[in-house]
């Protein structure tokens, strides 16, 4: 009989696993030896096939973002983001391509923006915004400033992914993204769009003519209060007609007048009252001088914004474009839906 050394050291027992390579533990210490895997051998033929597969795979990923980025893919029709207090703001959209952001006037809908959502879809995505309280979107009962309306849109571009935006605004839009310019300044924009927004709508009975042509006032103090308690009052509808009657020129369908006036009317005139007022004492002279990137300036000749007010925004940002609509191409405040062909044709030259 063999006698066993147990000082020896013993040799490691082997197991099998699946019938694979064997995998040892050293019994003396418990330590599993895992031996080295074997890579499967391949023909030349099954590797070149592979590379190329490998290869162009890769090559296929990295140019879906080249030809496809964020910006560029729009589902169509309506949607809905969420403010940063909890609120849907409903949005319009419609085309592919670099993105045009509507901001529309004060109690004005997306829907107004109707000629550029058909018009300009066919090379840019165009996607106009409900503010809060407007058209379709969530009516809280507060937030009815500038301030917060700003932020709004910067909930609206950072939930979209939205980069390098041509971001237009009408009227009050244009106050809004003064307001977006000094809290975030050009954060995801590219081009700004300012439709026949004046500077500053209340003077200052101190001011000399010079000031008041600059800052194109509609109103004085007691005629801001005025306007703001009727609106709030049981005349709120009545005033809103005569306010939105006088921004058509003379030749715009009445019965367009009429529809415009409804979707004025989707904002509850209590709301409407506040944030007039909001607007209205709003001073951006010192903040539009610091805009520095390309930015496009209209008006109209005939509009209650007074056109001069429009040349002084132009005349303080640096390379801007200004272009003034005469009363014969539908030169008022809205000249947008009332020449939409022009219109249109002077953003898709800006816009590029």
């Not at 809060?132 to 979107?137: L, N, Q, T």
């Not at 005349?235 to 007609?241: P, Q, R």
């Not at 921004?247 to 509850?268: G, R, S």
Request: hydrophobic fraction near 40%; charge should be positive.
């Amino acid at each position: 009989m063999h006698l066993c050394d147990p000082n020896r050291p013993r040799r490691p027992r082997l197991a099998r696993w699946g019938g694979g390579d064997a995998i040892a533990r050293d019994e003396s210490t418990g330590t599993l030896l895992i031996p080295r895997l074997r890579r499967p051998r391949m023909s030349p033929q099954d590797r070149r096939s592979f590379l190329k597969t490998t290869t162009l795979s890769a090559a296929a990923l990295a140019l879906s973002h080249l030809i496809e980025p964020s910006n560029a893919r729009g589902a169509g029709g309506p949607g809905f983001v969420t403010t940063n207090d909890g609120y849907k703001l409903r949005y319009e959209e419609a085309g592919s391509g670099k993105p045009l952001v509507c901001i529309p006037g004060w109690s004005q809908t997306a829907a107004q923006f109707k000629h550029q959502l058909t018009g300009l879809n066919d090379r840019y995505r165009v996607i106009a915004v409900d503010m809060r309280g407007h058209g379709e979107s969530d009516k809280p009962a507060h937030g009815y400033s500038i301030a917060r309306l700003s932020k709004d849109v910067h909930d609206l571009l950072a939930d979209l992914s939205l980069a390098d935006v041509t971001l237009m605004g009408h009227s009050m839009g244009c106050s809004v993204i003064w307001s977006y310019w000094e809290l975030f300044g050009s954060e995801r924009l590219a081009k700004l769009v300012l439709v026949d927004q004046m500077p500053f709508i209340t003077a200052n009975p101190a001011w000399s003519a010079e000031e008041k042509e600059a800052s194109g006032a509609l109103f004085d103090p007691n005629s801001l209060y005025t306007n703001v308690n009727a609106l709030a009052g049981p005349d709120g509808v009545k005033t809103t007609e005569g306010f939105i009657g006088a921004m058509f020129t003379p030749a715009y369908p009445k019965d367009e007048v009429a529809w415009v006036i409804k979707q004025n009317l989707k904002l509850p005139r209590e709301y409407a009252a506040r944030l007039l007022y909001d607007h209205a004492t709003r001073d951006w002279r010192r903040i539009i001088p610091r805009i520095n990137i390309p930015t496009l300036v209209v008006g109209g000749k005939t509009s209650l914004v007074p056109w001069k007010s429009q040349v002084w925004i132009a005349n303080q940002i640096r390379g801007s474009r200004l272009e003034i609509f005469e009363e014969s191409e539908g030169g008022n405040h809205f000249m947008f839906m009332e020449n939409p062909q022009k219109f249109n044709r002077i953003v898709r030259d800006f816009m590029g």
